[in-house]
């Protein structure tokens, strides 16, 4: 089943994405980088999270930067590593293609027991699979075992930085579930 989902999602969206010139490949790394956080916005993040070879990932992003659909700014304490963000283009790209309509109707039309099943089974599923192939978590921040909430703002312990509300509705690349 999960299967078929994935299919009927990829065909909308290669479509979708069709019409704009771009790959699924491309899509996947638009989706990623407007749900990451400053600290998963690198090339290498987008690698892992994709599971694609480092040449694969890089031409993609190349592209998606000829295109300006994204944007990459050197780091201010080691100008040999890049963040990338989505430009308003990319931003405006994206709505358009995600989440495709037809899923968004089909979602609609399942009750809130259905939805909140589906979530808490897919959840288990995702953890297991990263578990057992050893692969990165990319939780949202402030569901990490290292999130925690200092005077009214998240913190990141791991890291020893404060985020910002919206980073810690994010994927981190450093994520790692409660224990």
Partial sequence: MIERVQNLWRSEERSAGAEHGLLPVQIEVLGYLARCNRFSDTPSAVTRYLGVTKGTASQTIQRLR?????????????????????????RQVLRSLRPPETMVRAVESLSRSQIEG?????????????????????????????????????????????LSKSDGLKLCAEHEPPS
């Avoid at 000829?66 to 990319?90: F, N, T």
């Fill in 118 to 162: 589906l979530t808490e089974g897919l959840d288990a599923l995702l953890l297991e699979l990263q578990r057992q192939q050893e692969r990165a978590g990319f939780g949202v921040c402030e569901t990490c075992r290292y999130h925690r909430v200092e005077g009214e703002r998240p913190f990141c312990g791991l890291l020893e930085e404060r």
């Fill in 66 to 90: 000829e295109r300006q659909l994204v944007e990459a700014v050197p780091d201010e304490s080691d100008r040999r590593a890049l963040h990338l963000s989505l430009s308003k283009d990319g």
